[in-house]
């Protein structure tokens, strides 16, 4: 058995033993002394690239098997129960050459979970009971994302590439492709495709545990050094993705949703052996740069594009594509030429240009720096990804490799550049209105496909560099050094550290994840952009506006470890900024100045106007069950109207009357503020004066109460709501009557109850859909619980029987919860409201929604754990003969009728809105 050493930063505090099983198996243990739970993660090489011609989908359909019964553990449910009920979770995905399959658990049971784990590897069962039921899970899967546009795009994508290639074959699978034939049982193939495929030399396993590596090692030996390993490792892949023919083409494609896009990509060969270079990034910073001087300044200024992403594109062990995709305005779809001429202006300048070092050495040392501060990671996040870098990088950087970015030699930065070329390249070409000859397979994607022309190829060969083009210049937002606080600043509340008349001040030094971040919450209380519907589509058209302009001034921030994104929210607007703290106070400062100094433009106003209505209409070709969601947040939320409404209202907004809505916004402003992270009590300081200096220049108003709709009283109401989708949903959602940590914890545990119980009745047994399941939903600072189910098959009223046959059942079967059971569920969720913050990010973001929901003792958690400990089997009980009884007020969502014969009455969303009474709340 063979041991290796691996790079790891000198900040990370978690041990790592890689080591090879006498099976050849791959196994990086992780000794991660803090994690909450343990996690293991197993990668295999194989995935939808080696389905057999005939069963396309079946790498997916044996991954949805797998879950279902072992030889040591027959029973079909017994590891999702298992793993459930210990605190944990798990899933599995299937990619182009690799699947993977994880779980996390709590780490008394982590052994048990593992014997479980590795006996699907060993010898799963492929239950023939199952494998129906499965193959109608696929179908449903299939059928849910029949009309997404990426799906339906990836398919024109897989039809014109080279045919012997695997990308070209369907990766889902559905009720054609996964069926008995004579030669053979779909059971069979999956047991074939599992033994001829599934080996040890294609696996790569990673355990992270706080348990010692020790014992770790003694466990996987344990566990998976029975694992098979007679199947030989993956021949490498030998036919090129494109052949010639398929280069130098234009594809148009009509979307479902409408969008008007263009997208040229390059091919390039395998990245793989340069990852230490990172220099696809590099030319990604360098080609998608939006400062001044950028090929996207230019092509924006000419009014063509609203915006530009640049590097993305499938990748796999024998090609990448290089993708800039452009988001175009009105104009723009008759300048796709000139577009794509640009681009190649800007190529260009980087060919005429020495390799730029000094911004590769800054891209460097943000990396570095990243690398140095890495955010802890849950052990889930750790095994899933430490498991598939097993299978791209050496030993020694399994857990470097994403973060290595050495100088390259510059004949390589040439030789990448030299595949951007005319000949090398395909334009895709996405719009409503393009004439199509051709139609998709599986998806119905209209397409056409044509040569680009010779002459068009030898202009874009002789492209120029646009007179204003040069590449990105130094970054005024960038720190040359980094500095962690002592641990003794560290501060265990959040503290008011500035309260005035207008303005309050949060903050908080935290050094509990050693990282040189910090986040900026600031929440503008603008009573004069939540006056009317109108005011509530036009600050939404303002945001758009502002983000669009001051893009370009402050995308360097963005790339200088710097992120900040603005919402309306609540009553007015927010931001929230975070990254390395250095120059942040700098970047609030300076965005709220642009807030007050900025002009908007009518050409810009149409076009954003224009674009922000369509978002808002193509909405109703969203999921069935979102759509349910939106309408219920906007019933229940006086400030989040219907998005038809909002673009009713928008559609009439001329722009005189918007420079006017303007020009009111920042009239009686109210500011709240949270600062946590690496920062000092002198920089709260600093940003407190940031804020008050702003402040007095505008005018200030008052705090505002939270307004909210009571829906107490109302009894079961049915609100219908139609979708333009052939399959039906019903979302049923109860609210609490009250919001008392009681309340919370009753909820929670009846969600924690039927959450696995609603989808194994609905879903897998009775297959009525594929999106099925309960959460706990929140609104109005109430707690409530949701059930929804989205059908291609059943009427909504088959739906509300179905979930009230349910209903009685889970009654009737609730009166066998015994008292030891009980308390173990009350565990396990106390385990999951305990848990302690993951990262800084997640941690900032409970502290502002505390802030913003008035628990300044920020103790609102431990309340709720302190009710759910004294919460009695009978109160629990009796809790649910309430909220599950004919009269709770509960609503009612549905696409479809309501049932006849029930006791529902039936309600249209806008008269039920008058009836309800408006409460207002001070927090
Ligand atoms: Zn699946």
Redesign the pocket.
Known sequence: MKKNQLMQSPNDKRQYLALTLPNDLPVLLVHQQDAEKSAAALTVNVGHFDDPAERQGLA?FL??MLFLGTEKYPDAGEYQHFINHHGGSHNA??GTEHSSFFFDIDTDYFEQALDRFADMFRAPLFHADYIEKERQ??EA?FSLKLKDDSRRIYQVHKETVNPAHPFAKFS?GNLLTLCDTPEQSLQQAVQQFFKNQYGTRRMSLCLVSPLPLQQLEQLVHQYFDALPNEVCAKAALSQPLYLAEHQALQLDIAPHKFSQRLVASFALPDIQPWYKYKLISFLAHLLGDEGPGSLLAFIKDNGWVNQLSAGGGIDGSNYKDFTLSFELTEQGVFAKEQIIEALFGQLQLLRQSPFPQHLFLERQRLVQWSYLYQEPSTALQGACDLSVNMQHYPVDDYVYGDYRMDLPPEALYRELLGHFRPDNMRVMFIAPDIKANREARWYQTPYSVQPLQQSQLSHYLQAKVPASSHLPQSNPYLVTELNLLADAAHMTKPVLVAKESGFKLWFKADTDFKTPKGHIFVQLNLPNCIGSVTQMASSRLWLELFQDQINESFYAATTAGLTYHLHVQHNGISLHSSGLAGNQIKLVADLLAQMAFCQFDEQRFDEIKRQLIRHWQNHSKNKPVSKLFSQLSSLLQPLNPDIDQLAAALQQQSFSAFIAFHQQLLKQVHLEAFMLGNWRKVDAEQLSQALKGWLSEQQQGEALPRQRYNTQGIGPVWVKVPVEHSDQALVIYLPSRQKRPVDMALFMLANHLLSPEYFHVLRTEQQLGYLVGTGYVPMNLLPGIAFYIQSPAASCADLYQATLAFYKNFLSELEELDEDEFVQMKQGLATQIKERDSSLGSRAKRLWLAIGQGDHQFDLNEQIELALEQLSLTDFIAFFYQLLAADYDAIFLATGDKPAHSHLTEQNPFNLLEKLPLLSEWL
């Open positions: 997916h991954e949805h995905w299937t899970a696929i899967e889902v």
